[in-house]
Each structure stands twice: as C-alpha cells, then as structure tokens.
C-alpha cells in the first residue's frame, strides 16, 4: 500500500506533465474552462474530530474511516471518483490503495465516515447536483455494539490537501446514581431508555462558505427501548453520584402530541438488605431533545418511595427533583 503523507505531493516529470496537457485539452467538450494546477498530484487526506469527552472515538484513537468522491467535470458532468475507499492510519499519516490523482480539471467533493465497518449503516447516496450526501443509519439496541458514529466532508476541491473535520453525529448519553436517603443503599440491575427512534437519515446540506456539509438529522422511526447493565451491578455509596453506564441514541426531539408517551427512564434495582425488583420511573419533559455531538449525563436520585405515573420526577436542574441532567457540546480538536 502506497504511503500519501498529509502534505506529500508526487509531481509527474515535465514531459509527462506536457502530454497530459495536451491530453485533456483534447476533452475540453467536459472541461470547465479552468485548468487544474495540482493536475497529477497524489490526493492526500489531513484528518481532525471533534472531541465529545469520553466518547469511543476521537481523533487521536481513529484508525480507519471510508470516503466517497464526486468529480464535477462541469457543464454539468459528473462522476463517481472514489466509492467508500478505505482510508487507514500509518502513524502520522493516511493511506488508501490504489492511489488517487487530481483531475486535469473541474473540482471533486469528499465525503467520510468512521467507522470503516459501520455496521447501522443503511444506506450512502450523494445528490451529484447539488452536493448532498445523506446516510440512512440505525443505532444498534446492543449498547456494548453501538458505534461512535462520525462523518466529515469537503467539497469542491482541486488540489491538497483534503482537510476532513470528523463530527460525531449521535448522541452520548451518560447515567449517574446515588442513594437519597441517609444510610440506604440502592443495587442497580438495570436502567431503560424507552420511546427512542432508532433509526434517521442523516444529510449534509453544502456550506458555501466553509465548503463543508452542514449536518442534519430527520424521518426519525423505528422507536424502540435501550437498556443499560452491568455485569455486576451498581451498588450506590451514600450521597455521591457514581457512573453507572452509557449508550448512544439518535438526535430526536419528542412528539408533541399529547397522546404520544414522552421519553422515560425506567431504573430496575433492590433495595440492599431490603426490598428486590423495585422501580423508579422518570420522565423527561415534552421540550427536551437529543442534539447530536452532545454528551448528555443524567443524574438519578433513588429512595425506597414506590414509583408510579402519579409520582413521575421531571427533568430538572436541581437534584431536588430525583433527575438532573447536564449538557456538554463536543469541542474541536
């Protein structure tokens, strides 16, 4: 596999370079009109990610990630130029094989993933026209196989190097306990997140500007329950938080309707030395939305009072409540 170092570039002799020239001056019934300058340099990729704290993946432990390539010849000619190549990392730089050269003219658009084996994705489609991918992904029910799913873009280029800004494009959600009575201790067998979609397109709209994709979320489906637990399960210590666990979900907001339930949280745990099988249900407020490449941690506070609908403890900022939770967006790396 040929070695492409974030700023290598391969130039092709002078008298190469010649007859290529004249080569494609023989095809300007595609040609835009402009020349491309970096014609027959070695594409090169330079890649970053956003940093969601503790999430899978960042862009310091990213190994691998696929890209797909559009080449805008002009007057409205396009062509496939790279389909879900695997990319790699060979220590401070990315490889791929075969090796990719810059087309004598036009421009040609990226589009990235990570992982490279995505396992919820669907399906990739890229609008050539108008310069929009939309992934169709599902969120595994699986939290121990979920995946930290990223995508990148860079659109319209003509020479290196190809600088990929990797975003995370679900939603990290992070559960943490205590007990709310003095000298009662609470064994967590298992926490539920019910009436989550799993399943979303995901489409990157062109920024002129940045020459990136402004990435959105929607047709949200398929709702369904994420249960967390653990092997051995969470035993509370007196009154300070302790992390239970953590999973991924879509970015949704909540049905409006009144007739459609609101996303719950349902706490499965015994009482230690006590009462077994007890369950403590929350419910977040119909307002409340799952941002992608937000880290969402979501205090719980247990006592031995039964759980009913009746007794339901909205999302709040105040640990009165029985349930806080805390928001921190991803920061560039």
């Known amino acids: 596999m040929q070695t492409i170092s974030r700023c290598s570039i391969n130039s092709w002799g002078p008298v190469w370079f010649l007859l290529s020239v004249l080569f494609f001056a023989g095809c300007s019934g595609n040609d835009d009109g402009t020349g491309n300058p970096n014609e027959g340099s070695a594409i090169a990729f330079d890649c970053s990610a956003s940093d969601m704290r503790a999430a899978k993946t960042t862009a310091a ?86 995946e930290d799913f990223m995508v990148a873009s860079n659109l319209d280029k003509n020479g290196n190097p190809i600088r990929l800004y990797f975003e995370h494009a679900l939603a990290g959600v992070y559960f943490r306990a205590r007990s709310g009575e003095a000298g009662v201790s609470f064994r967590i067998r298992e926490i539920k997140l019910t009436g ?21 979320w929607y047709g949200q489906s398929g709702a369904t329950s994420y249960v967390v637990y653990q092997k051995y399960p969470f035993e509370t210590q007196g009154d300070e938080y302790g992390d239970v666990g953590d999973l991924m979900v879509l970015p949704q907001g909540q049905d409006q309707d009144i007739n459609v339930p609101p996303i719950k949280i349902e706490v499965l745990y015994d ?32 006592d031995t009072q039964a759980s009913s609908l009746s007794q339901k403890q909205y999302a709040g900022m105040t640990a009165k409540s029985g349930l806080y939770i805390a928001s921190e967006p991803t920061e560039s790396r």
């Open 61 to 146: 432990d990213m190994q691998y990630f696929r890209i797909s390539a559009i080449w805008n010849k002009g007057n409205g000619v396009y062509a496939s130029f790279m389909d879900k190549q695997l990319v790699e990392r060979d220590g401070d730089n990315w490889v791929y094989s075969p090796v990719k050269y810059w087309p004598g003219y036009g421009t040609v658009s990226f589009f990235a993933y990570s992982p490279a084996t995505l396992s919820g994705l669907d399906l990739l489609y890229i609008e050539n026209s108008s310069n929009e991918a939309s992934f169709e992904y599902t969120v595994s029910k699986n939290y121990q196989e979920q």
């Open 196 to 216: 989550i979609y799993s399943k979303g397109i995901l489409t990157g709209i062109p920024n002129e500007e940045t020459k990136t994709s402004d990435w959105t």
């Open 271 to 302: 009482i230690v030395g006590g009462a077994a099988d007890q369950i403590r249900t929350y419910e977040l407020e119909k307002s409340f939305t799952f941002e992608k490449g937000r880290k969402y941690t979501l205090h719980l506070t247990l």
